[in-house]
């Protein structure tokens, strides 16, 4: 079995080596040209590396006169020292919407300087923002007087690197004075929604994304959350805009030339990243209540569906206001749609901004949206206390703000909504289940919740990942082990306790102990021990459950026992992070009986133990970690799955629908991690014919996708599978029509059924497809296709047509394509779609000659379900990644990731290992991360290692 291994280099990069078996073998011509082609590239490599030595040579000369001075050097430091913390920032910027994407500007950056004997501060410094000048003033409001005068600046250099810029003076900073650094900068708006921008909304507009690291692309600052101030903010721009941010506009001034100044009120106490500008047309609508003012801006043409909007944002207001008993800060809470948006929303405090998926409701009935949006909107208000007003100290302490977000969030449209069966909860931990467990799982993308590596501002948004769902099962564990009233309190006495302050995991555990040990019942649990165990450990465990019954005694024994959940164990010893417990988690472990729904709650705070009940009967089913609460996954012996997948199969209802996702992930999972067999998981598949809750459906949908296309290099494997799977389908797609459900709920159901149905191959889904197909071919506009369907009936009818008629129907699409400004994607996926390597092959063609534009590629790069898509797939990444990697619509790190989640052979990892260590630059400072996709590709192998065989035998029986 080939397995690869990874060496630790001195920078902790990871590599994957696959190793080989010795033979000798006469080498293929075409690999004798590759061998020359990388000797000669090694050679230019060394000449490379020459001529930097000999022009670092160069560059230390230059500098000579420079360190004569004796001055301190930039340091290999990547947190700013808190020598020197900010006080309040005077920002000025000039803003020339139409006249190009360059902005300039000043700001004054009131210091206080806490060290004794420093000639110098450190502040950051993006090298997008050229800085002009740099002076040093005495700082206003001085309690006492500067002794003497106040230092020159002496010269300032920068780290583009760590984004620093260091001031260095001619003489020491007095300690406890109040210093104003004052800089002159000017900067051109980048091309991605980072830092200031040009929007891509239907009108002239500029933006900001500030988090989390983006302010010092504007204006050099203090750019870490812990170095919270005040800011007030000037902005001249054109007087047919409007300019919005945090707080009221106090002035306006008529400056000349058709623009005005507009001046905005002094902020809270807050982070730069928090710090928000807009400048548009839009127009507005408010409501005030109880001192606040709500307002929502749009574009006037969508203003009227944004009435939603305003109603939520009043009731969450006032619920978190009563729920924290503490006043909601500024007296204005605007939300404003920013069309091209770094993430689905962002919590500027008094300025939220939205993309517009979130921010449209035009359509009320619409159930998916409204829920989708009344989410995101309760999200970022619920962060206008926890995360603006108690802020983690650094970004490797994320979850304090989002995690604790999530909590709350729930906890509040549980209680405002009408949604039932704890709705809201469920869909959150589904998307942990499904999303981050596996990315957890990964030795190259997990790492704790507290205090992960973060050596470059380039790391700060993998942090991003983990600390929403993972963080709130956690904290979801923990309500259950404290309850409900008790998390409450705390949460308050938390907000209460460091409102206006920046705090780590440390301030946390400490105000949750407190609560805890005073309540007067006896405390069962180490309360920081757990906390500790989950938080600062990266990773989770997999619960193992033995049982006996023993009619003798009258008594069932249950063995627990846990272990770290990755998917190579053998790479378990190369983990980035010292495990501080030994891979070892205090687990609340909440278990029932299906029969009688008797449930209980057990501690496992070591490797293994064992606890008794009453005798149970032989058929009974154990469910541990039911409703899926628990950040852990659970592994049966061969007796209880055996009865759990009988029981499944001949009543459904025995179990909660969360109960049903849980096992169906979890068997999933034990095949990747190969400690689970195949066979249990496609047993257990066949229940699914009659599953109707859409949540589960949601869940299994990527696992049939992701096993269906990593066998598509083995023919008889893949279409075993995928009659096996269609057999199954076949049942589920009949309980509706094509298009046609009730409830929001079935049609969710319905949607991912018939999407699978048709990708494998289900008659009657493949049907109904065409003959939707044919019947808008006849008449586009009197047949036009549900949005819905849309991308899959396109797909539908190139994949299974054939000869003439495939032909027909890809010109057809191509023509569309063409012509369309809608669907532009699905229609140009579609053709992709083929099996046919002639139409592929004209696609390839198209896509040198620039006939399909770099914007549409996402279409093209996203096949799946074909041996030929996916070698134009790697087409495109090799020989277009110049142009790709500066085409702000591709997902460029998404789609290598995506490829290589769907990849499984020897020749795919070699590739992808040379094709990442060439491009390494082109993807930052990511870290370990930037080895996840070879991970995932010997994931799949190990997984096609362990499973092809059975694949065959089970199928076929």
């Known amino acids: 079995m080939e397995m690869i291994s990874m060496q630790r280099t001195e920078n902790s990069a990871v590599k994957y080596k696959p190793t080989e078996n010795t033979k000798h073998t006469v080498l293929p011509r075409r690999v004798k040209i590759a061998m020359i082609v990388l000797i000669i590239v090694a050679m230019v490599m060394v000449a490379v590396l020459i001529l930097l030595a000999i022009l670092n040579m160069k560059l230390k000369s230059d500098f000579e006169e420079f360190k004569q001075l004796n001055l301190p050097s930039p340091s290999p430091w990547f947190r700013l020292p808190d020598t020197t913390v900010p006080i309040h920032y005077n920002l000025e910027l000039n803003i020339e919407v139409r006249r190009g994407s360059e902005f300039s500007g000043k700001v004054e950056i009131y210091f206080k300087q806490l060290a004794s004997t420093l000639s110098y501060i450190v502040v950051h410094s993006h090298p997008d923002c050229v800085v002009r000048t740099v002076t040093l003033e005495t700082g206003e409001h001085q309690s006492n007087d500067l002794q003497g005068n106040v230092p020159k600046v002496l010269v300032y250099k920068f780290d583009p690197v760590m984004e620093f810029m260091f001031v260095y003076f001619d003489d020491i900073l007095e300690q406890n004075q109040v210093y104003k650094l004052v800089v002159e900068f000017r900067a051109e708006m980048p091309r991605r929604s980072v830092g200031m921008f040009l929007d891509d909304s239907p009108e002239l507009s500029v933006a900001t994304q500030f988090e989390p690291a983006y302010a010092r692309r504007v204006f050099p600052c203090f750019d870490e959350p812990l170095f919270k101030s005040t800011f007030n903010m000037t902005v001249v721009h054109h007087h047919d805009y409007l300019a919005t941010s945090n707080t009221r506009i106090v002035s306006q001034t008529d400056v000349g030339g058709g623009y005005i100044s507009t001046r905005f009120d002094t902020t809270p106490i807050m982070s730069t990243y928090l710090l928000a500008l807009a400048v548009n047309t839009y127009s507005s609508q408010s409501i005030s209540y109880r001192g606040v003012t709500h307002t929502v801006w749009a574009p006037r043409d969508k203003l009227n569906c944004t009435n939603t909007m305003l109603d939520v944002s009043v009731t ?430 079935d049609q969710e159901r319905h949607k991912v059924v018939t999407q699978l149905s048709c990708y494998f191959g289900v008659e009657a889904c493949i049907s109904d497809a065409l003959n939707t197909f044919t019947a808008w071919m006849g008449n586009t506009e009197d047949n036009e296709i549900s949005s819905t369907y849309r991308g899959l009936t396109y797909c539908t009818a190139a994949m299974y047509s054939e000869g003439s008629t495939q032909q027909t129907i890809t010109q057809f699409l191509w023509a569309q394509f063409k012509q369309s400004s809608k669907s532009r994607h699905s229609l140009l996926h579609a053709m992709t779609c083929t099996n046919s390597g002639e139409i592929l092959s004209n696609l390839i063609s198209m896509i040198d000659s620039g006939e399909i534009e770099e914007s549409d590629w996402v279409a093209v790069i996203k096949m799946y379900l074909s041996d030929i898509g996916r070698e134009i797939q790697w087409y495109i990444l090799e020989k277009h990644w110049q142009n790709m990697k500066h085409t702000e619509a591709l997902d460029n790190w998404g789609i290598i990731k995506k490829y290589a989640l769907y990849s499984s052979t020897a020749d795919e990892l070699a590739a992808m290992s040379a094709f990442i260590i060439k491009h390494a630059d082109d993807f930052g400072h990511m870290g370990p991360e930037l080895y996840s996709p070879l991970e995932n590709i010997q994931v799949n192998k190990n997984w096609l290692t362990e499973n092809m065989d059975n694949i065959g035998t089970w199928t076929i029986a």
């Open 316 to 745: 969450m207001l006032e619920y978190l206001s009563n729920y924290t008993k503490i006043k909601y800060h500024p007296d204005k809470l605007d939300h404003i749609v920013q069309y091209k948006h770094f993430a689905d929303a962002m919590e500027n405090w008094g300025l939220i901004t939205y993309s517009p998926k979130y921010f449209y409701l035009c359509d009320p009935t619409d159930v998916e949206s409204y829920t989708d949006s009344v989410n995101v909107v309760a999200h970022e208000i619920v962060h206008q206390w926890l995360g603006n007003l108690v802020t983690p100290v650094f970004w490797s302490d994320l979850w304090l703000s989002e995690g604790i977000t999530e909590f709350v969030k729930v906890t509040m449209l549980l209680e405002l909504s009408s949604m039932s069966n704890y709705e809201w909860m469920n869909k959150d931990i589904v998307t942990s289940i499904t999303i981050n467990m596996p990315s957890d799982s990964l030795i190259t993308t997990s790492h704790p919740l507290s205090g992960a590596m973060l050596t470059h501002p380039d790391q700060y948004v993998k942090m991003f990942q983990l600390a929403y769902q993972k963080a709130q099962t956690i904290l979801i564990m923990l309500n259950h082990v404290i309850g409900a009233d008790m998390f409450k309190e705390a949460v308050g006495k938390f907000l209460d306790d460091y409102q206006n302050t920046a705090v780590s995991t440390r301030e946390f555990i400490r105000t949750f102990n407190i609560v805890y040990i005073r309540d007067p019942a006896p405390s069962t649990v180490d309360l920081d021990m757990f906390l500790q165990t989950w938080l600062r450990q990266n990773g989770f465990p997999v619960l193992t459950v033995a049982r006996s019954d023993d009619p003798e005694s009258g008594l069932t024994t249950i063995s627990l026992s846990q272990q770290h959940f990755t998917y190579i164990s053998d790479f378990e010893e190369e983990t980035y992070y010292t495990p501080h417990y030994g891979y070892n988690w205090y687990i609340p472990i909440r278990y029932k009986v299906a029969a009688t729904n008797d449930t209980d709650m057990v501690w496992l705070i070591v490797k293994n133990t064992t606890f008794t009940i009453n005798l149970l009967d032989a058929d009974d089913v154990m469910i541990f970690n039911y409703d899926r609460h628990g950040y852990y996954r659970v592994n049966y012996d061969d007796q209880s799955w055996t009865s759990i997948i009988n029981s499944l199969q001949n009543d459904p209802e025995m179990f909660n629908y969360m109960e049903r996702i849980g096992f169906m992930s979890d068997l999933y999972e034990f095949t990747n991690a190969r400690i689970g067999h195949i066979n249990n998981y496609l047993e257990l598949l066949k229940y699914m014919k009659s599953e109707t809750n859409y949540l589960v459906w949601k869940t299994v949908y990527p696992q049939l996708i992701r096993l269906l296309n990593i066998l598509t290099g083995h023919p008889q494997q893949f279409n075993l599978f995928r009659e096996y799977v269609a057999a199954i389908l076949s049942d589920a797609y009949e309980l509706y029509e094509w298009e046609e459900a009730d409830s929001w709920e």
